[in-house]
């Protein structure tokens, strides 16, 4: 297949050198340990506290038990306010722990919750707000701090998009009472699978640690109905590997991106995300609104680039409030939501990652700013 019609997909995992990662296996090898908080764990949980600037890091095997045992560890009962513009995980973990999600519209003009709308939401059996970071874009953290601390709410943010992300120089996963990052392969950072939980203080993670544990305290003593959370030492090998070639990673992407908005610009009817001198940014998505007077729709649009190899995904259609099992709740009428319902129908996630060449960035604009011209 030549280099001009291989398929380009929404993203591929940023493969750090193999031999970094074989000297790693080795390592694992003449330990045996292979999981339950080894060195590799341990080293991983230190060194990402120390890049992303925060607390303290709880490892997961993925973004969503971290969600799961997040609320859970905050022992929460009644509705959390949360958004319909996410991936499922989102309004899955709260279901998981028997508490009832309540959507709340997104801003216009973006991609996250409004925090505006939140406090209308709220009824005396709210006990939380969990609000996404979605695409990597912060949210409006002060707003929903302050709504938060006026009802005695408690906040848990979903970061899985927004590892590295920080606001005036501070990292937005410290926003909240915790923030869940998911290192699953299509992310900026991955473990091939994995996550983490945020933590503020020592006791929290001790507590989180116990509960990704089954709920052990000791060898003796069972202290919660846990579930089995823990990342292997394998994961955290890769993600040490990772961590040392993230930067220039993060750097790759933001350039495809400047790409993109220079190729794009002025193309009637593609609303390109906005930017945001004060953020900086992890170029985790690249989504563009597609709308009037845009010669075709989003899904004519998405139908011609993945005829011509380009696969591009509609993040996220359908809305969550749109899914059998949630669209029956009271907040879930599209009447709740009309911002939301109108961002699932125009939105596209385009092809991002740090290997994208400029080639295939001209290749896929091609499409985009002469429709017509391809079948
Ligand atoms: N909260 C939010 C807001 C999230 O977005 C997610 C996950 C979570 C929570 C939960 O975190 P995890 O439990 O997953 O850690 C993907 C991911 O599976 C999912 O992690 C992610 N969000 C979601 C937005 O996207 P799919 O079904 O779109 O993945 P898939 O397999 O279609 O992959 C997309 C493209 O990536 C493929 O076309 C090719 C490429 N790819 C994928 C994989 C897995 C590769 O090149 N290599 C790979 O190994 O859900």
Known sequence: MSASNRPIYVTRPHLPPLKEF????????ASGVLTNRGPMHRQLEDELARHLGVGHVALFNNGMQALVTALQ????????????????????????????????????????????????????????????????????VERIAATAQRFGLKVIYDSAHAFGVRIGGRSVLEHGDLSVLSFHATKVFNTFEGGAIVCPNAEIKARID???NFGIRDEDHIEAVGLNGKM?????????????????????????????????????????????????????????RVREPYPISRDALYERLHNNGIIARKYFYPLLSELPMYRNLPSAAPANLPNATRLAREVLCLPLYPELTEADVERIVGIIRVPERFP
């Open 22 to 29: 074989v000297d790693h296996l080795e390592r694992i090898w």
């Open 73 to 140: 560890a905050l022992e929460l009962k009644g509705e959390v306010i949360t958004t319909p513009y996410s991936f499922v995980a989102t309004t899955h973990a709260i279901v998981w722990n028997d508490l009832v999600p309540v959507f709340v519209d997104v801003e216009p003009g973006g991609f996250n919750i409004d925090a505006g709308r939140i406090a209308a939401a709220i009824t005396e059996r709210t006990c939380a707000i969990m609000p996404v970071h979605c695409y990597g874009w912060p949210c409006d």
């Open 210 to 212: 116990r509960l990704k």
């Open 232 to 288: 292997n030492e394998v994961q955290a090998a890769f993600g040490l590997v990772q961590l040392r070639h993230i930067d220039a990673a993060i750097e790759r992407r933001g350039t495809v991106c400047e790409r993109y908005r220079e190729l794009l610009a002025g193309t009637a009817g593609i609303e390109l995300p906005r930017s945001d001198r004060s953020v900086q940014w992890n170029h985790a998505y690249f989504p563009v």
